[in-house]
Antibody, heavy 119, light 108 residues
């Protein structure tokens, strides 16, 4: 059974960097694509970015200048870094797996972690 | 851009419902997925590749469509089906993945 678990600070000051980690169990981090999706309070889902099994990344164009996704294969986890945060970055951040079957969907999700950007 | 309609739908258990997702451009290879999200939970994958049910999803859920117009049908609503439903596309040149704004299916 594949499981994902997000971790990281729940509070980030405006202009600082949001950093989250997603720990993966039940699957090798090298064998799938791994993504981040966020959800502002009371709103819909927004794709943030993805780390492909090849090691390449792809980001939401609206966030591209501020986002970095990286992977640590030795720890079987991947990370999100979002710099220069504002209150608009507040929301629940989910990590999820794209199973590399070519169809581009997310079959396993973490429970989500709430990040608030506030001083 | 994926446009979901209606924004909110009020129905009763036992009814049949059809949710719509319309894309502003042709969805490459019909790479369109549907998710269900309940309050305080992560989304759950229901359908991928427009019409393939994900593992463990009841057969009352079905997806169809191609090109720019897609639908999710729930043949007979169960109490646990009242939730928000999102469509998601893959492969656009504008954004590799993107979600619609969701349809809130509420109990009448």
């Amino acid at each position: 059974q594949v499981q994902l678990q997000e971790s990281g600070p729940g509070l980030v000051k405006p202009s600082e960097t949001l950093s989250l980690t997603c720990s993966v169990s039940g699957d090798s981090i090298s064998g799938s694509h791994w993504g981040w999706i966020r959800q502002p309070p009371g709103k819909g889902l927004e794709w943030v970015g993805i780390m492909k099994s090849s090691g390449t990344t792809n980001y939401n164009p609206s966030l591209k200048s501020r986002v970095t996704i990286s992977v640590d294969t030795s720890k079987n986890h991947f990370s999100l870094s979002l710099n220069s945060v504002t209150s608009a970055d507040t929301g629940v951040y989910f990590c999820a797996r794209d199973p590399v079957d070519g169809y581009g969907h997310f079959d396993y999700w973490g429970q989500g972690t709430l990040v608030t950007a506030s001083s | 851009v994926l446009t979901q309609s209606p924004g909110t739908l009020s129905l009763s258990p036992g009814e049949r419902v059809i949710l719509s997702c319309r894309a502003s451009h042709t969805v490459r290879n019909n790479f369109l997925a549907w998710y269900q999200q309940k309050p305080g939970q992560a989304p759950r994958l229901l359908i991928y590749a427009a019409s393939t049910r994900a593992s463990g999803v009841p057969d009352r859920f079905s997806g169809s469509g191609s090109g720019t117009d897609f639908t999710l049908t729930i043949s007979r609503l169960e109490p646990e089906d009242f939730a928000v439903y999102y469509c998601q596309q893959y492969g656009s040149s504008l954004s590799l993945y993107s979600f619609g704004r969701g349809t809130n299916l509420e109990i009448k």
